[in-house]
């Protein structure tokens, strides 16, 4: 049973920059794909960024050349570095683990805040 534990959002001013953290343990961290999705208020959960077991990222388009997902297996640790953040930001961030073979693992999600 993969458990993810997410940390460091928070409240930030519009323009400012927010890392988000998630450790993950249970399963061969180094074999998932990782990722983020965002939930804001009266909104359907979307997608924000992935990287492969490989360390290839992909964004969706409304974050790319903002924030920047990456990872560190010996700590078994991926990373959302969030900069120029916009109010529309604001959501709910959820980390979740793609193991081959399984459905997705999710963790219980950090509450960013973008506004002034």
């Known amino acids: 049973q993969v458990q993810l534990v997410e940390s460091g959002g928070g409240l930030v001013q519009p323009g400012g920059s927010l890392r988000l953290s998630c450790v993950a343990s249970?399963?061969?961290?180094?074999?998932?794909?990782m990722g983020w999705y965002r939930q804001a208020p009266g909104k359907q959960r979307e997608f924000v960024a992935r990287?492969?077991?490989?360390?290839?990222?992909l964004y969706a388009s409304s974050v790319k050349g903002r924030f920047t997902i990456s990872r560190t297996n010996a700590k078994n640790t991926v990373y959302l570095q969030m900069n120029s953040l916009k109010p529309e930001d604001t959501a709910v961030y959820y980390c979740?683990?793609?193991?081959?073979?399984?459905?997705?693992?999710w963790g219980q999600g950090t509450q960013v805040t973008v506004s002034s």
């Open positions: 979740y683990a793609d193991r081959p073979g399984y459905s997705l693992a």
């Open positions: 990287i492969s077991s490989g360390s290839i990222p």
């Open positions: 249970g399963s061969v961290f180094s074999r998932n794909a």
